[in-house]
T-cell receptor
Framework: GNSVTQMEGPVTLSEEAFLTINCTYT??????LFWYVQYPGEGLQLLLK?????DKGSNKGFEATYRKETTSFHLEKGSVQVSDSAVYFC????????????FGTGTLLAVQP | DTAVSQTPKYLVTQMGNDKSIKCEQN?????MYWYKQDSKKFLKIMFS???????INETVPNRFSPKSPDKAHLNLHINSLELGDSAVYFC??????????????FGNGTRLTVT
């Protein structure tokens, strides 16, 4: 079936460190891929997306590239800030009439000053 | 101008009670969803409606009943609440058919605590 696997957290970094959160997927066909972010006590916000192979999604300094050959969509940021502390979810939609979004387990990022 | 709004934000109730959570979206989307987030932050889809028609119904106890009076509203009614129903419930919407994988827009969640 369709699924998303992302690295377990928590990930603890110092401010200005480089961030990578790994995400791989299993899907039939060609899904669209997303990263969502959940700040403490809030709902989910779309961070970035990519809809086809080799697409790069980017937003707020975060980037992720849709890699079909490795079925991956790793999230990266060159210099994290304390305000980036949140839970990050990798997700996929494999299309069709249902537009069903399937999430990974989430990765907690804690950035220390 | 909240895009997806759900009420209440917090809901504390006793086992055996019946409660409802309401959701409204003003994005003009044709599809709405309910997701459940457990204590470990895992998110799982429960239901989805497209233009008031149920299109996703995951393995959810039949104590949970969604109702969509129109495509801008999707409510969730829960009968005979149990301790295990304690979670955060998120409403979401999307516009299916605008291209591959239309992103979902989420509300801020309803934290349900059953005592």
């Amino acid at each position: 079936g369709n699924s998303v696997t992302q690295m377990e957290g928590p990930v603890t970094l110092s401010e200005e460190a480089f961030l990578t959160i790994n995400c791989t997927y299993t899907a039939t066909g060609y899904p669209s891929l997303f990263w969502y972010v959940q700040y403490p006590g809030e709902g989910l916000q779309l961070l970035l997306k990519a809809t086809k192979a080799d697409d790069k999604g980017s937003n707020k300094g975060f980037e992720a590239t849709y890699r079909k050959e490795t079925t991956s969509f790793h999230l990266e940021k060159g210099s994290v800030q304390v305000s980036d502390s949140a839970v990050y979810f990798c997700a996929l939609i494999y299309g069709g009439a249902t537009n069903k979004l399937i999430f990974g387990t989430g990765t907690l990022l804690a950035v220390q000053p | 101008d909240t895009a997806v709004s759900q009420t209440p934000k917090y809901l504390v109730t006793q086992m055996g009670n019946d409660k409802s959570i309401k959701c409204e979206q003003n994005l003009g989307h044709d599809t709405m969803y309910w997701y459940k987030q457990d204590s470990k932050k895992f998110l799982k889809i429960m239901f989805s409606y497209n233009n008031k028609e149920l299109i996703i119904n995951e393995t959810v106890p039949n104590r949970f009943s969604p109702k969509s009076p129109d495509k801008a509203h999707l409510n969730l009614h829960i009968n005979s609440l149990e301790l295990g129903d304690s979670a955060v419930y998120f409403c979401a919407s999307s516009q299916v058919g605008t291209g591959r994988g239309s992103p979902l827009h989420f509300g801020n969640g309803t934290r349900l605590t059953v005592t």
